[in-house]
């Protein structure tokens, strides 16, 4: 199993009502999981958010925590619900209505990678099943759950940056002008605040990075379950191009990565800086 459920990251001084969070980039792949898998070791990679726990490492230094998923995705998806169960995968799961993201799938624990590619030879009992999901996924969302509130104690909001990154062909199919290199999720904007969602896409286009909203990707579990404006817990997801900062086909940071990690650092910084103390909504 995975040493750890999570990995938390604090600052010395929380001064900021951000907290950053990455769900997919774990490569804890255990030993047991390996031999069950119809994939080798780079092929179960694919749908993994490498390197994105080392590309916003820094936030801890501009008072925000880090949250890091202890499971890899393949495993177990923290960006799913517990209740995403997939029967064509799980012992004794009966089909509840259709879900288009398990029918694919993608379920908590998930069929397939990248491109439609079992990962396992068979089914995986109920009991295992269980195992993932009390072990990692609830332990996780609790310290995430946490972490928000702690914030939006602190400084009446709260703000979540769910980091991901995307395949450069998820975008190819963007009508747009110029190619999306990273794409806001906020649910249509029902899980932020219209003034959170633009200062998030001012800093990534301050930085020279082409943005999009929501499409193809709207957010997930995370930002449909955490995103609250109302309550004063703003949630937006990340997708970065990966082709940015790293080899898609070998699964290795490109001769761009430490430039492109330097670029993200500054917009790491003014994405902290969301809603300072002095600051506040216009609509409050």
């Given at each position: 199993m995975p040493r750890t459920a999570f990995?938390?990251?604090?600052?010395?001084?929380?001064?900021?009502?951000?907290?950053?969070?990455?769900?997919?980039?774990?490569r804890d792949y255990p030993a047991s999981f390996l031999r069950s898998t119809l994939l080798n070791e780079h092929s179960v990679r694919s749908s993994e958010d490498a390197f994105v726990d080392q590309l916003f490492d820094c936030a801890p230094k501009f008072g925000a925590p880090l949250l890091l998923a202890g499971a890899p995705r393949a495993f177990l998806d923290l960006n799913r619900g517990p209740e995403e169960l997939d029967p064509a995968l799980i012992e004794g799961v009966r089909r509840q209505g259709h879900n288009p993201r398990v029918a694919?799938?993608?379920?908590?624990?998930?069929?397939?990678?990248?491109?439609?590619?079992?990962i396992y030879r068979g089914k995986i009992s109920g009991a295992e099943a269980r195992r993932r999901i009390d072990g990692y996924w609830h332990p996780y969302h609790a310290e995430l759950r946490?972490?928000?509130?702690?914030?939006r104690g602190a400084f009446g909001q709260a703000i979540l940056i769910d980091c991901h990154s995307m395949p450069h062909e998820a975008v190819g199919q963007v009508n747009t002008a110029q190619r999306p290199e990273i794409v806001l999720g906020d649910r249509f904007g029902a899980s932020a605040h219209?003034?959170?969602?633009?200062h998030v896409e001012a800093a990534f286009a301050s930085a020279g990075l082409v943005v999009a909203r929501n499409t193809?990707?709207?957010?997930?579990?995370?930002?449909?379950?955490?995103?609250?404006?109302?309550?004063?817990?703003?949630?937006?997801?990340?997708?970065?191009?990966?082709?940015?900062?790293?080899?898609?086909?070998?699964?290795?940071?490109?001769?761009?990565?430490?430039?492109?990690?330097?670029?993200?650092?500054?917009?790491?910084?003014?994405?902290?800086?969301?809603?300072?103390?002095?600051?506040?909504?216009?609509?409050?």
């Open positions: 990995e938390l990251k604090l600052p010395d001084h929380r001064t900021s009502r951000v907290v950053f969070a990455s769900p997919h980039s774990s694919s799938g993608l379920g908590v624990i998930p069929r397939v990678v990248s491109n439609g590619r079992a946490r972490q928000l509130n702690e914030t219209p003034e959170v969602v633009d193809p990707f709207a957010g997930a579990y995370v930002t449909q379950t955490y995103g609250r404006p109302s309550r004063g817990i703003h949630a937006i997801q990340v997708e970065i191009d990966r082709s940015l900062y790293m080899d898609e086909r070998r699964v290795v940071p490109n001769a761009r990565f430490e430039a492109f990690r330097s670029l993200l650092q500054g917009v790491i910084a003014e994405v902290a800086d969301i809603l300072r103390p002095d600051q506040a909504l216009a609509a409050e």
